[in-house]
């Protein structure tokens, strides 16, 4: 929503992410649920995986896959994932995307069990937008949790949803624009009659 400031306008640009991530046994059953949480988009996040693709820049990244770690919070110039767990190959999950309204995307992810040759204890998630931990990546998002303890022979699944107000507020500027326009036509001819 457009909030004024000393006689300037400003509009919010806003991208709320929450995740879930469910420990699931070998026969289904949840043996940990964190919940929903809110996700930390990183500057990076906003700048490369919004603000870029947006405009078609060159550097824009999309999300392609999940990880896990044993960290804390990314923060807002975080660029990786405290703690990213990558001992074993295949530790970064490629994720499925769907739309599941105007204005919010799903990111949902398996780590199936026995990936990991030993039991992890797991406090963290992000998304990024590379499979191969070698080569890094950059994190778009990320939190942490209640620590987890996972045993091999159980899975990962999780969820995670991003919904973004920018493209509202692109349309909104231009709606602006085109309306200050209007007002400058209007007065245009008024004033070119009287000289």
Same mark, same amino acid.
């Given at each position: 929503m457009a909030k004024k400031k000393k006689g300037i306008q400003s509009?919010?640009?806003? #991208?709320?992410? &929450?995740?879930?991530?469910?420990i699931q046994e070998s026969d289904g059953?949840?043996?940990?649920?964190?919940?929903?949480?809110?996700?930390?988009?990183?500057?990076?996040?906003f700048q490369d995986y919004l603000c870029k693709t947006l405009s078609g820049m060159a550097g824009s990244k999309t999300i392609s896959y999940a990880m896990l770690g044993t960290g804390t919070a990314p923060g807002a110039t975080a660029t990786a994932l405290d703690g990213e767990i990558t001992d074993?190959?295949?530790?970064?999950? %490629?994720?499925? @995307?769907? !739309?599941?309204?105007?204005?919010?995307?799903?990111?949902? &992810? !398996?780590?199936?069990?026995?990936?990991? +040759? #030993? @039991?992890k204890t797991i406090q963290n998630v992000g998304l990024?937008?590379?499979?191969?931990?070698?080569? %890094?990546? !950059?994190i778009f998002a990320g939190n942490t949790y209640t620590t987890s303890a996972l045993a091999t022979n159980q899975s990962v699944n999780g969820s995670?949803?991003?919904? #973004?107000?920018?493209?509202e507020t692109v349309k909104s500027k231009f709606r602006k624009f085109g309306e200050t326009l209007k007002k400058?036509?209007?007065?245009? @001819? +008024?004033?070119?009659?009287?000289?």
């Open positions: 509009d919010g640009v806003k #991208a709320r992410g &929450f995740f879930r991530l469910q059953r949840v043996a940990g649920d964190t919940g929903w949480k809110e996700n930390q988009v990183t500057n990076e996040g074993v190959a295949g530790t970064r999950c %490629a994720v499925t @995307p769907t !739309t599941i309204a105007s204005k919010t995307v799903q990111f949902a &992810f !398996t780590l199936a069990s026995s990936v990991y +040759s #030993a @039991p990024i937008n590379h499979s191969s931990t070698a080569t %890094a990546g !950059t995670l949803t991003n919904k #973004a107000h920018l493209l400058i036509f209007e007065i245009m @001819p +008024s004033q070119a009659l009287s000289y």
